[in-house]
């Protein structure tokens, strides 16, 4: 038998590579002769630069930026096989992960050293860069990664605004005139995991703002600098972003790179299928495994598995889900592919047993899959 295992990460417990790993050393304890392929996957939050890098053979390059609360960081970014696609995640430079969570303020967040990256990527003259807005600690409206662009937003007085979605209120005029000219020069694709418009009830500010730190009296604080920064982009480029869907990730990044880079935003998870080739691994598969740390109502919009499953169904291929848990309509999952899922906590447990336990529980759920599709083999 061969079996192709391609989930996402488990949320701050187990990184692609390693669900994948787990499960496949547990399947081949119990039948030891199936070929079993792994392929980390993502869906445009963290973990993709190392999907996209690793699955093309790339290579990883290093350099200091300015992070979220304007601290040096020493965040990554990577080069695909072609050596002509540069990856970055904006999570290695501007990402929540960064900031302890007593020191988290939207107000004062900055996307700046994501901009920095771009920078990075384009001096190694790439032709296209892939960025994954997903997993922020802004709300800046990307205007942070569009200074390190050269783009530069002035208040009354015509200075520069300082870092943080809390100094848009102060936005009078953007200039553009000195934004890097190499940007014309590249594609640019950018993974989004999210729909949510820039503003609004379902907006960047009220969605994801309290995560990242932000007091309700911030949220609505937030959201009225997002309205505002929008109507000046409005005003300066004659695009308007207040509403379109995925303009809201990261805290407005979405939005930013759609009004200044002449970018769109796609799926995350079609994307990555996309760049590593996915039909390339179903050649003569006869089950393909997916999975995430927690499948639910939110995996059936855009997650990665289902991306996985909606490409094993037009293989004819049956595709299982695992995770952490499983909640939420089932029956709307084997719809798009996914013909059972199944969770790897085996009792009940608090959630620090459950991610101190995961490798071992995930082995173990690769144990029970190998045994219970062998006993169908004989």
Not at 101 to 107: G, I
Not at 250 to 276: K, P, Q, W
Request: glycine share 12%; hydrophobic share 45%; with cysteine.
């Amino acid at each position: 038998m061969k079996v192709l295992i391609a989930p996402d990460s488990f949320k701050e417990s187990l990184s692609a590579k390693e669900v994948a790993d787990s499960l496949k050393q547990g399947w081949l304890s119990v039948s030891p002769h199936d070929s079993v392929v792994t392929l980390p996957i993502a869906d445009g939050g963290e973990g993709t630069l190392s999907v996209l890098v690793d699955a093309t053979q790339g290579e990883y390059f290093y350099t200091t930026v300015v992070g979220p609360m304007n601290q040096p960081v020493q965040a990554c970014f990577g080069l695909m096989g072609d050596k002509k696609t540069a990856v970055i995640e904006l999570a290695e430079a501007s990402g929540l992960g960064l900031v302890a969570e007593k020191d988290r303020n939207p107000l004062l967040a900055t996307s700046y050293g994501t901009g920095q990256l771009i920078l990075a990527a384009l001096d190694l003259s790439v032709e296209r860069i892939l960025i994954a807005i997903g997993g922020s600690a802004c709300n800046d409206g990307g205007v942070g990664l569009l200074s390190a662009l050269g783009v530069r937003f002035y208040d009354q007085h015509h200075q520069i605004l300082p870092y943080g979605g809390g100094s848009l209120t102060e936005l009078m005029t953007i200039d553009v005139s000195k934004m890097d000219p190499r940007l014309k020069n590249v594609i640019i694709e950018v993974a989004c995991d999210v729909d949510n418009p820039l503003i609004g009830q379902n907006g960047a500010s009220a969605i994801f703002g309290p995560q990242k730190g932000a007091t309700p009296e911030m949220v609505k604080l937030l959201d009225a600098n997002l309205t505002h920064f929008s109507n000046i982009v409005e005003s300066t480029l004659g695009k308007n972003i207040a509403h379109v869907a995925g303009a809201g990730a990261a805290g407005g990044v979405g939005g930013a790179l759609l009004a200044f880079l002449n970018t769109e935003l796609r799926s995350g998870i079609d994307m990555v299928l996309e760049h590593i080739h996915i039909d390339d691994y179903f050649d003569n598969v006869d089950l393909v495994i997916t999975g995430e740390g927690r499948i639910d109502g939110q995996t059936l919009r855009g997650k990665a598995p289902i991306g996985i499953a909606k490409r094993a169904k037009q293989q004819h291929i049956p595709c299982i889900a695992v995770a952490g848990a499983v909640t939420g309509d089932i029956q709307a999952l084997k719809e798009v592919g996914i013909v059972a899922c199944f969770s790897v906590l085996t009792q009940p447990c608090s959630l620090n047993e459950a991610l101190q336990d995961a490798s071992k529980n995930v082995f173990r759920l690769g144990q029970s899959l190998a045994g219970f599709t062998a006993s169908l083999r004989t």
